[in-house]
């Protein structure tokens, strides 16, 4: 069974720009998961889709936002870009939606802004 | 409110001797507790999980916890440590919600 995958892999952007961020979970996976990791602030949960809902939701600007399709694809949109938006972007899906469900990560997308 | 303290940021052992990562979290409810490993540009996976069944917990690649629910510990372990054990380690702990919190990170190096 394949993996998680996410495209791009890596991104570069200047500020004001806007990005969009593919994720296609394990296949039978409804539920994906996205998050932020930077060396000062650390893995930071950006929010949760299950069934085309989102159903959880950290604590970040409206400029984050997402979808999920009905085939449990996910994107992430960043809009109006900051120096600070540049992280590492991981997507992980489980199977459920219990929080029980291990999370399977992808490699991530590592964005660069300029 | 949910968090979780690595009390190490970088932990440094020679090849064959034990690994200790420490872990400790606060959690208003009873918590479903994680240690990841991320190796360099690479995602996360699961070493092990804890889900109020057995409070010693054993994971991959010879890995074991103890959820101790007086000292609100999770400390990770293993007997003997491996060049390829070199990474970064996160504990995690997951409320009862459906999202990770995740720790600050232990980078765990391993001396030859």
């Known amino acids: 069974k394949a993996g998680v995958t996410q495209t791009p892999r890596y991104l570069i952007k200047t500020r004001g720009q806007q990005v969009t961020l593919s994720c296609s979970p394990i296949s039978g996976h409804r539920s994906v998961s996205w998050y932020q990791q930077t060396p000062g602030q650390g893995l930071q949960f950006l929010f949760e889709?299950?069934?085309?809902?989102?159903?959880n939701k950290g604590n970040f600007p409206g400029r984050f936002s997402g979808r999920q399709f009905s085939n449990s694809r996910s994107e992430m949109n960043v809009s109006t870009l900051e120096l600070g938006d540049s992280a590492l972007y991981l997507c992980a899906s489980r199977s459920g939606g219990n929080s029980y469900n291990e999370q399977f990560f992808g490699p991530g997308t590592r964005l660069t802004v300029l | 409110a949910q968090s979780v303290t690595q009390l190490d940021s970088h932990v440094s052992v020679s090849e064959g001797t034990p690994v200790l990562l420490r872990c400790n979290y606060s959690s208003s409810y009873s918590p479903s507790l994680f240690w990841y490993v991320q190796h360099p540009n690479k995602g996360l996976q699961l070493l092990l999980k804890y889900t109020s069944a057995a409070t010693l917990v054993k994971g991959i690649n010879g890995f074991e916890a103890e959820f101790k629910k007086s000292e609100t510990s999770f400390h990770l372990t293993k007997p003997s440590a491996h060049m390829s054990d070199a990474a970064e380690y996160f504990c995690v702990v997951s409320p009862g919600a459906n999202n990770l919190f995740f720790g600050t990170g232990t980078r765990l190096t391993v001396i030859p």
């Open positions: 889709y299950f069934s085309e809902t989102q159903r």
